[in-house]
């Protein structure tokens, strides 16, 4: 589909980008990403297993507006799986690797955005029909450490946030790796850090 971009000297030009991936499961303007994460683990296939969840204007509900127009959100949730070793792989002794790992990224944004993919065909420019899917190149070594599902509703991150001095009406980023919630929002530099079982530390 055509889209304008609007490049530094000013004028105007079309290109053409490729529709990608689906609509976000549910409501866009009110997007769980804990209640929704058996879909969007789904969508981005079988064998993996979830490295980390990013989540940046998390409401005080648990909630993300895809659909935002003030200010930036959006959802990005990363797989990974073991796999062979890609046939053009050097082998190890010169410089290759006896592990390999598969990256998998499911991105939630606006329907409508733009954004660029690069993989061994080269970079093109996609617009997102709300939820898609990108798979980098292979790496070598194993793969980050997994996580469990996650089981800590964002609204319960934000009442414990709350009762700590959050401030009201805020948005926040929440990010799930390293086997704890990361709780930050910015502006007035509120951080917080919960365990697993959602316990703050």
Known sequence: MPIRIQPSHGLAVLVMACAKGQAAPGDPSRFDPVARYDEVANFAGSGLK???????????????????????????????????????????????????????????????????????????????KGMRRVEPEPDSGPPPPDLPAPKCGFAELWKQAREAGAPAGAVANIDYMNDRYAFRVSDVGFTLEFDIDCALF
């Open 50 to 128: 979830l490295r980390q969840l990013s989540a940046k204007g998390v409401k005080e509900d648990g909630t993300v507006d895809l659909e935002e127009e003030r200010y930036s959100t959006g959802v990005e949730y990363h797989f990974a799986k073991s796999i062979s070793p890609p046939a053009d792989a050097p082998p190890v002794g010169a410089g290759g690797s006896a592990t390999w790992h598969q990256r998998v990224l499911v991105l939630l944004s606006k329907a409508g955005d733009v954004g660029e993919e690069t993989d061994q065909h080269g970079s093109r420019r996609v617009v997102s």
